[in-house]
């Protein structure tokens, strides 16, 4: 059974119907009127008939009345009439349906809150209905050319949706319909209604909406489904409206529930072809200002489209398209809502633009942020004005400069012509401002990032500005911390005046006077030995240190013995320097010292019998070791250096030893840490270092950790920065075109007790008799003994593990333990350097015992190694594997065998182990890496040891040295010849 079906037997204005009732009211001309219903249960489809006519009761009565009889006919002829098909349920199927649940669900009303204009209802025009709150819900027009037909829908429709007062008229519709209701309601409805609450199937039965659609339903059942939904262009309403145009309904969507009324009947019948946007619009504001920063802000849509375009619409344009959470765009036929929350309406209220005072802005920003970034839209008028959030440079203005304090002006630079003093942004920040006015705009202040003066671990700053003064005091280790760490983007301002030429002159790291070449460096210096000397001399006039990193081979000697010289020269009073070294490298120092500056007086305050020498000597240098450091800490922290250097200080870098706690407690006006080991890339070795030279610069050990353990790349940068003024590392790349193409150097080291044993037991064992010989002007001296004499001296200086054991007396210990080396140690000290430095390191020994140990020595910890001796196969593979495989780092060869006709210019680094007799084969051998093709500065270390015949032979060799090249070709007993008896009987004397 369809409605439709239903219709045709019975009259559709007389029938109502609800859930699975059905009522037939009377005609109006009917004697004895009654409405007849039709009831069904859906559970059992057991029906009912019922009458409230006066027809008599009984069995009969189903004949009797005649009301009945009509309906139970009509129902009669449709088939299926008793099946579950009902009415209603086709009802619920339709758009009307669905369009009244919509509308219900934004918009529940109830007929009781509305009303109708004109009241009248024998009135054939327009009926509004209008909401609780006076807003036009909808209209209806019947038709004009039927006015009986038109006067009797428009009874039915107000009777339907009780907009018209029941009254006493039993067969007013709205009444037959509640009656419906109360005869269907189902068990649960029956129970709730107990408690007056009802269901929400209930609620919606009796809404307006529901009612409303019914009727429009019901009459127009044989005419379509019929609705279309339209937007009014001139008011801006979202309209559903009946396509049967003599009919004319009009139903106005409440705004707020447009979107979900448009979501829900969308597919449901034809709409307006509107695009839904969700989540596209932005709220903005045009900002255009006068001449005195008062702004004016207008009210802006941006709407984002799908192609990431976006289009800007001014919001007083829209206002009549405003439908609660969504906006209506006509010109896009666009309805869109929002992206994020409207950050600007709500402040704005009913308004669409602002004016505002200037200093309301920073009020303004504090709730929309900032105004003058995108995507609001700036006008040309608006466009000098800004919100600082970023100082672009620092300004620090000298007030007075004195030895130990500079009196600052700081400022910070927004834009080009707009400055804020630190001390301005500190008072405003103490009044709780967030914002100041400037030039331009306004300065962020509260979150402001005041750089490195604030920021930086152990800065001073901030407490000082604490009471209201207007300038820093700032020490000049703290001013150059600050410029470092402010990146470039330090300014000195003004130009020109005394205090400021002081302050540009601490920046440049310049001496106030630049440093003259002292008179008591008898070597000159290389152009960047001269750039570290006045390096160091602006060190020593501002009392701060430094780590002077140079590579290996660079003269970082040199250098430090240039400022001690300029120390000496420049000081009213004589006050000593200090040197502390590895004992290995004391002879180092000391030799240095006496051949190249003259002004200086080397002391060595080292050895069992150590004595202090006379600080007050003009000049005075005081060479020490690590240990005598430790050992002698009192008596070396109650004297104050001009200078104290500390060579190898990697040694010390370990914040948790004595050692660096010794170095720590020495007083001295200028600490430099000298070492040719990289350290920049180890970041607590760097900082233990600077601790020591300049105490306090990168703050706690906590504070820096936390700032740059772990860091990132910025943070990286910050780092580099800070330390690169107290950081000098030349490479002998970037000097190569200053550094001669092979660089000499001797290195001197002391026979250790063991050895001098040995040695003294040799000299007056066997070396006694050949004394004896050679004193004898006419004997015949005994050229073979004396050269094997002097071969087992060699190799005692060398090492004495390195020694045959039949040349070792029995009562000699030979244990391995105690075969110690001073010449080992600082061989090994060297290699680790080289290595550290990434060199790559050619050995030469005349020895085949000492290649080997240093072959082990390689093995054990872990340096690959290739070499070279007699016995040597594949001689070609092993040099290949050195220039070629990055991984072989090391190069040990006999001098005899590797020594010549050769390539090893994968090396830059030479060690003789021990000295040859002749200088030219020395030559040769070096030449083997430092050739044609090597493309830097190759570094060649002689190992010499002090007081035995190795310095004598070291002195014959270089007097001698044209003459040797020239005589001599093979290293055996024959080149004694060119000796004198009396040099011969002092290569084999005592050690010193
Ligand atoms: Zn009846």
Same mark, same amino acid.
């Given at each position: ?180 209701? *109360? +005869? #269907? /309601?189902?068990?649960?409805?029956? &129970? ?8 929400? =199937?209930?609620? %919606? ?90 702004? *004016? +802000? #207008? /009210?802006?849509?941006?709407?984002? &489209? ?8 001014? =919001?007083?344009? %829209? ?109 405003? =920040? ?112 501002? =009392? ?449």
């Amino acid at each position: 059974m369809t409605a439709e079906d239903l219709f045709a037997y019975l009259p559709a204005h007389r029938l109502e119907h609800h859930r699975n009732a059905l009522a037939l009211v009377p005609e109006n001309n009917d004697p004895d009127p009654g409405t007849a219903v039709f009831l069904m249960d859906p559970k059992t489809g057991y029906h009912t008939l019922s009458c409230s006519c006066k027809a008599p009761t009984g069995n009969k009565r189903k004949s009797r009345c005649p009301h009945i009889k009509q309906l139970s006919e009509g129902l009669r002829k449709v088939p299926d009439s008793g099946s579950r098909s009902w009415l209603d349920t086709l009802f619920r199927k339709t758009p009307w349906y669905e369009t009244a649940a919509a509308l219900h669900q934004v918009c529940p009303v109830s007929s009781q809150s509305l009303k109708i204009s004109p009241e009248k209802v024998s009135d054939t025009g327009e009926i509004r209905v209008w909401g609780p709150d006076a807003e036009l819900l909808a209209s209806f027009s019947p038709d004009p050319e039927d006015s009986e037909k038109a006067a009797l829908e428009k009874q039915l429709l107000l009777e339907r949706t009780n907009l018209w007062p029941q009254k006493d008229n039993p067969f007013h519709r709205g009444r037959v319909m509640d009656m419906l209701a *109360r +005869l #269907t /309601l189902t068990e649960t409805e029956r &129970l709730m209604a107990l408690q007056e609450v009802i269901s929400r =199937r209930q609620a %919606l039965e009796q809404s307006f909406w529901f009612r409303l659609l019914y009727h429009f339903r019901n009459v127009s059942a044989d005419a379509g489904p019929g609705l279309v939904t339209e937007l009014e262009q001139e008011t801006g309403r979202y309209i559903i409206a009946c396509t049967d145009r003599s009919r004319a309904l009009r139903i106005v969507v409440p705004r707020k529930g447009v979107m979900r009324v448009q979501k829900q009947i969308q597919g449901i019948f034809p709409g307006t072809g509107q695009v839904v946007r969700p989540e596209s619009l932005e709220s903005i504001v045009k900002v255009s200002a006068d001449e005195n920063n008062y702004l *004016r +802000l #207008t /009210l802006y849509l941006l709407l984002h &489209l799908p192609d990431g375009a976006t289009e800007a619409i001014e =919001r007083s344009r %829209l206002k009549k398209y405003w439908y609660g959470d969504a906006v209506y765009i006509p010109d896009k036929n666009v309805l869109a809502t929002w992206k994020a929350t409207d950050k600007f309406g709500p402040v704005f209220g009913r308004q669409y633009t602002k004016r505002i005072k200037p200093e309301r802005v920073p009020e303004l920003i504090d709730k929309m942020g900032d105004i003058f970034s995108p995507p609001n839209i700036i006008d040309p008028s608006a466009k000098r004005l800004r919100l600082h959030r970023k100082w672009e440079h620092m300004e620090i203005t000298a007030e007075a400069v004195d030895r130990d304090w500079c009196w600052l002006a700081v400022s910070y630079g927004f834009g080009e012509s707009v400055t804020v003093r630190l001390a301005d942004i500190y008072e405003a =920040r103490r009044a709780g401002k967030k914002y100041l006015p400037v030039d331009d705009g306004w300065v962020e202040i509260r979150d402001l990032d005041l750089g490195p003066v604030v920021k930086l671990p152990g800065s001073p700053v901030s407490a000082q500005l604490g009471d209201g003064r207007k300038t820093l005091q700032l020490s000049r280790m703290d001013l150059l911390r600050i410029q470092a760490a402010s990146g470039g983007n330090l300014r000195v301002r003004p130009q020109g005046d005394a205090p400021s030429k002081s302050l540009s002159a601490i920046l440049d790291m310049q001496p106030a006077t630049p440093v003259t070449r002292p008179s008591g460096m008898a070597t000159g210096l290389r152009g960047y030995q001269e750039n570290g000397l006045q390096w160091l001399g602006f060190l020593a006039e501002n =009392r701060m240190g430094g780590l002077l990193c140079d590579e290996m081979g660079l003269g970082k000697t040199h250098q430090v013995m240039a400022l001690m010289a300029w120390l000496a020269e420049n000081r009213q009073n004589p006050v000593p320097c200090l040197v502390v070294c590895p004992t290995t490298v004391i002879s180092h120092w000391e030799r240095k010292i006496r051949e190249h500056a003259p002004g200086l007086q080397a002391s060595v305050y080292y050895g069992a019998g150590r004595e202090m020498a006379d600080l007050s000597v003009p000049g005075m240098v005081m060479i020490t070791s690590y240990g005598i450091l430790l050992r002698d800490a009192a008596v070396l922290q109650g004297i104050g250096f001009a200078a104290a250097a500390f060579d190898e200080a990697h040694l010390i870098k370990n914040p948790d030893t004595k050692s660096h706690a010794a170095a720590h407690a020495i007083r001295a006006d200028l600490k430099i840490a000298v070492t040719g080991t990289p350290v920049e890339n180890r970041l607590t070795d760097l900082k233990a270092l600077l601790d020591l030279v300049l105490p306090g610069y990168l703050g706690t050990d906590q504070e820096f950790a936390r700032r740059y353990e772990n860091a990132g790349r910025h943070r990286r940068k910050e780092l580099q920065r800070l330390i690169r003024p107290f950081t000098l590392r030349r490479t002998k790349d970037a000097v190569l075109h200053e550094l001669p193409e092979k660089i000499e150097d001797i290195r001197y080291c002391r026979l250790t007790d063991t050895q001098v044993r040995l040695y003294r037991d040799a000299v007056a064992g066997r070396g006694k008799k050949l004394q004896q010989q050679l004193a004898r002007g006419d004997a015949d001296i005994p050229y073979i003994h004396i050269f094997a004499l002097l071969s087992l001296l060699k190799q005692i200086c060398n090492h004495p593990a390195s020694v045959d054991r039949r040349s070792v007396p029995k009562s000699f210990k030979t244990d391995q333990e105690v075969m110690d080396s001073g010449k080992w140690e600082l061989f090994v000290e060297l290699l680790d350097a080289c290595l550290a430095n990434g060199q790559k390191v050619v050995v030469f020994s005349q020895f085949l015992p000492m290649i080997r140990m240093i072959a082990s020595h390689l093995q054990s910890i872990g340096v690959e190694s290739a070499g070279i001796t007699g016995q040597t196969r594949d001689r070609g593979q092993q040099i290949d594997r050195f220039n070629n495989d990055p991984d072989c780092r090391v190069f040990v060869g006999s001098l005899r065998a590797g020594g010549s006709g050769i390539d090893l210019t994968g090396g830059s680094v030479v060690i003789h182990y021990d000295r040859w007799w002749n200088a030219a084969k020395e030559d040769q051998a070096t030449d083997r890496v430092h050739r044609i093709g090597q493309n830097r500065g190759v570094q060649v270390f002689k190992l010499v040891t002090e007081g035995t015949l190795e310095e004598k032979i070291s002195a014959i060799i270089d007097r001698k040295k044209n003459l040797m090249a020239d005589v001599i070709a093979e290293d055996d007993p024959g080149l004694l010849k060119t000796f004198s008896r009396d040099e011969l009987m002092d290569l084999i004397s005592l050690p010193d």
